[in-house]
């Protein structure tokens, strides 16, 4: 049983089109997070959401959106797609606690989206 | 502003030999640090992660970090490394009171040749 779960694992697509990668955690956390990896490995966070909540909303194109239908789900809408976004993307979840010390939690990640975009 | 440097981008050890991945941060308060690890297609898992007490935590798969607040490091070692290791480490921190945000390193990966 998959606790954080991606989908899909790999999308190819054109630059311009719009896109949604979907992420759902049967772990009962109350945040969730997105990631984006770059191809020299390094990952920054994008967005977080704790109980449906923005919370963390980093410097990132309005292209991207993320929606939160409910606690165990957190997806990423992308529009207009450009080559800059390709990229593997990690979905994580972690443990809700007192806002302050959210960053004590151990992150869950799932196993990523290679975006690659033409 | 906060900051995470792995200086050594690439790492080869032979098999049974000792390991040191070295973490260096920069932040005003007292830190929550984190090791990760990244095998190939896959998500991190956490290997440990230091708050306060101890300076030297322990981890899984044999793992164990030295937290040292006089050098701003948390360097993770492991005294005889296995090839299943090979991998990629991520060192990392998180920030109070910025909703769980943690700032990576830009990882190490490490080779493990027989």
């Known amino acids: 049983d998959t606790a954080v779960s991606q989908t899909p694992k790999y999308l190819v697509t054109q630059m311009g089109n719009d896109k949604s990668i979907k992420c759902e955690q049967n772990?009962?956390?109350?945040?969730m997070y997105w990631y984006k990896q770059d191809s020299k490995k390094f990952l920054k966070i994008m967005f977080s959401y704790n109980n449906k909540e923005l919370i963390i909303n980093e410097t990132v194109p309005n292209r991207f959106s993320p929606k939160s239908p409910d606690k165990a789900h957190l997806n990423l809408h992308i529009n207009s797609l450009e080559l800059g976004d390709s990229a593997v993307y990690f979905c994580a979840s972690s443990p809700s606690g007192l806002a302050e010390v959210l960053a004590k939690n151990i992150q869950y990640f799932g196993a990523g989206t290679r975006l690659s975009v033409l | 502003a906060q900051s995470v440097t792995q200086p050594d981008i690439h790492i080869t050890v032979s098999e049974g030999a000792s390991l040191e991945l070295r973490c260096n941060y920069s932040?005003?308060?007292?830190?929550?640090l984190f090791w990760y690890v990244q095998s190939p297609g896959q998500g991190l898992q956490l290997l440990l992660k230091y708050f306060s007490g101890d300076t030297l935590v322990q981890g899984i798969k044999g793992f164990e970090a030295e937290f040292k607040r006089s050098q701003s490091s948390f360097n993770l070692r492991k005294p005889s490394v296995h090839w299943s290791d090979a991998a990629e480490y991520f060192c990392a921190v998180g920030l109070y009171n910025q909703g769980g945000k943690l700032i990576f390193g830009q990882g190490t990966e490490l080779s493990v040749k027989p």
């Open positions: 932040y005003g308060a007292t830190p929550y």
């Open positions: 772990l009962g956390h109350d945040t």
